[in-house]
């Protein structure tokens, strides 16, 4: 009888496990292609679900301080919303088209004082040679104005793409308020007690986290409109309603929203007179170190906090995925992020407190054998107690 042959190194792979990686492999391409060609309509509902995280305080509020019913309570917060935002661009166009009005109606008369050095149109063209620059540019200027109309219309379709994007993520949120209370039970009851548990208080902390970054930024945003208003009102600059507004607007954006509100504001005050530039400059420079370190720490320690390093990291993504508006978002989603991830880490404490306490109750102290008298809690710790095993029949 001859020996069986022996084995070698190499053991074969049964094709059950082939199959599932196969599988695993076919379904994350096809999920990847799936989330590329919905790329637009995640964004909506991301962009929708973020508002609605920040409107829920308020339709609590309506909901069980005022007795209203859900439908009715999410109706009024979303016209309440709707009729801030667009009070603030009138605010905020209002008095553009009543320049832009006026410098249409007098038209002829900065075009005479132009061509003989008179007004404050006048000494504008004489003092930076624009009469020269502009004989000297005539046909690159005739050649704009002839292809105005095609950019003109390819403006009009990106207004007309962001007004439904925008009417979408309106109805979506809006949807989201009334029944996303709703869809969260019921995905949370799906779980076990304990893991229910845990998600309520995640999120619960990640909601926090998020109303309370928005408002604690829309309340900086408030500040550096009002201090710009108040410094162009003392050095007497026009336009003071629409640069604290843009001023304000701009503070959203960390890091930079600054820096981008300051720019206009100064340019505007140079040309009113270089001491008011001079001064606006000077007054930005001491409120942005006191946000920094006052408003920053003393606003936002209670509800985000985040590194430097981590605000820029999350910024730079934002900018690069979503462009302005993930920027906007890029602060709150690295806030949620950092809630689960202190979750993950508190919970894997927490087990790994426990099996070191359960390993630590059933050891005696003398030859390693199991101690068979009882044993005295530890550290608030309830003893484990060994049941008596009876002989096997």
């Not at 979303?78 to 605010?91: E, K, P, R």
């Not at 409109?225 to 108040?230: K, R």
């Not at 993950?344 to 109750?361: F, H, N, P, T, W």
Request: hydrophobic share 50%.
């Amino acid at each position: 009888m001859t020996d069986p042959a022996p084995p070698t190194g190499r053991q074969a792979v049964p094709w059950r496990i082939i199959l599932a990686v196969v599988g695993v492999v076919l379904a994350t391409y096809l999920g990847v292609l799936l989330v590329q060609a919905l790329q637009r309509i995640i964004t909506w509902i991301v962009v929708a679900g973020f508002f609605a995280v920040v409107l829920n305080p308020a339709v609590d509020f309506f909901v069980y301080r005022l007795r209203f019913r859900r439908t009715l309570a999410a109706l009024v917060v979303f016209l309440i919303g709707l009729a801030s935002v667009a009070g603030l661009l009138y605010l905020f166009i209002r008095p553009i088209v009543d320049q832009a009005t006026t410098f249409a109606n007098n038209f002829s008369t900065y075009v005479d004082d132009a061509k003989t050095g008179k007004g404050e149109v006048g000494h504008l063209v004489k003092r930076f040679h624009i009469d020269t620059w502009v004989q000297k540019n005539q046909a690159k200027l005739k050649s704009a104005i002839s292809n105005s109309g095609k950019r003109a219309l390819g403006l009009a379709r990106k207004v007309g793409s962001t007004v439904a994007a925008l009417a979408t993520i309106l109805v979506l949120t809006y949807l989201l308020l009334v029944e996303g209370p709703r869809v969260m039970a019921g995905g949370v009851g799906m779980l076990s007690p304990p893991r229910q548990a845990r998600a309520r208080r995640i999120g619960r902390d990640a909601a926090r986290a998020v109303t309370g970054y928005m408002a604690g930024n829309l309340l900086i945003s408030v500040i550096a409109g009002i201090v710009t208003y108040c410094g162009l009102w003392a050095f007497g600059v026009p336009f003071r309603t629409v640069m604290a507004l843009w001023v304000g607007f701009a503070d959203l954006i960390p890091l930079v929203g600054a820096t981008l509100g300051a720019v206009p504001t100064v340019l505007v005050a140079l040309l009113h007179s270089p001491t008011a530039a001079i001064g606006m400059v000077i007054i930005y420079v001491v409120y942005q170190q006191f946000e920094n370190h006052v408003l920053q720490v003393s606003i936002m320690a209670k509800t985000v906090r985040l590194s430097p390093l981590a605000v820029l990291v999350s910024l730079l993504c934002g900018v690069q995925l979503f462009g302005l508006l993930g920027a906007l978002l890029a602060i709150p989603a690295a806030g949620v992020i950092q809630v689960v991830a202190r979750d993950l880490y508190q919970e894997r404490q927490r087990v790994k407190a426990e099996r070191q306490a359960a390993s630590g109750d059933g050891v005696s102290s003398g030859d390693g054998v199991a101690s068979s008298g009882p044993v005295e809690p530890e550290d608030g710790v309830e003893p484990v107690r060994l049941a008596a095993v009876e002989p096997e029949r």
